[in-house]
């Protein structure tokens, strides 16, 4: 009996951790004009699905999986009410540009939209400007509510980071149940390809490893 509820405690301290501390990414080693790169990651298999308008720093990065020969799918608000998540075989991404996202937070076409969301194989990308709205937008349509903290709800990414992503991952109980939890991304690179990677890297469920199987790439400029 003791065992099984020392098991739980874990189990719920484990939840807690995950739900507390944001998965981060940094950005990739650096050498004067070269940059070390885990290129490995973007052979990953992935859909990229890009609702609205877009920056160019969001080009740059939906650039880097178009020249990996991943398929893109550009949507309008409109466009979202007929889209079928029966076309996204396996993994995917959509994409939001975070100043974008920002003015269309309370548009009721995208609470629809990402309520339809298998987050167990589509993760959600808020990339630019106002990435912290991607945490408004999951608040006001009740998929991950905001903690308040005195009376003020406390955004994880409070800071817009380049890159916030959401998505959700599965962990098993000490009973064998099966439950899903919250993985969430941020990076502050603004290499685009750096940004993919993260992105890549995240969706396969791998970790930055503190001494990177990577390439060098000269930086342009």
Excluded at 3 to 19: E, N, T
Excluded at 124 to 136: R, Y
Aim: glycine share 10%.
């Amino acid at each position: 009996m003791r065992l099984a509820l020392l098991s739980l405690a874990l189990g719920a301290i484990f939840l807690y951790v995950v739900l507390s501390y944001p998965l981060v990414y940094p950005l990739a080693e650096k050498d004067g004009r070269r940059v070390c790169l885990d290129l490995e990651a973007l052979e990953i298999d992935m859909t990229i699905i890009v609702v609205g308008e877009t920056s160019a720093y969001v080009d740059g990065v939906i650039e880097v999986y178009i020249d990996r020969g991943m398929g893109v799918v550009r949507l309008e608000p409109d466009d979202l009410d007929d889209f079928d998540w029966m076309e996204v075989d396996g993994l995917g991404i959509v994409v939001f540009y975070g100043d974008w996202l920002a003015s269309h937070v309370s548009d009721p076409r995208i609470a629809g939209f990402i309520a339809e969301i298998e987050f167990d194989r589509i993760g959600l990308v808020a990339i630019d400007g106002n990435t912290s709205s991607l945490f408004t937008l999951l608040d006001m349509v009740g998929i991950y509510k905001l903690v308040q903290e005195g009376g003020v709800k406390w955004n994880p990414a409070y800071s817009n980071p380049h890159v916030v992503g959401y998505m959700h991952l599965e962990g098993v109980m000490p009973n064998g149940s099966i439950y899903y939890f919250p993985s969430i991304l941020m990076s502050n690179s603004r290499l685009e390809i750096d940004a993919a990677i993260a992105i890549a890297n995240w969706m396969a469920g791998e970790d930055y490893e503190s001494e990177l199987d990577c390439e060098w790439v000269q930086l342009p400029g």
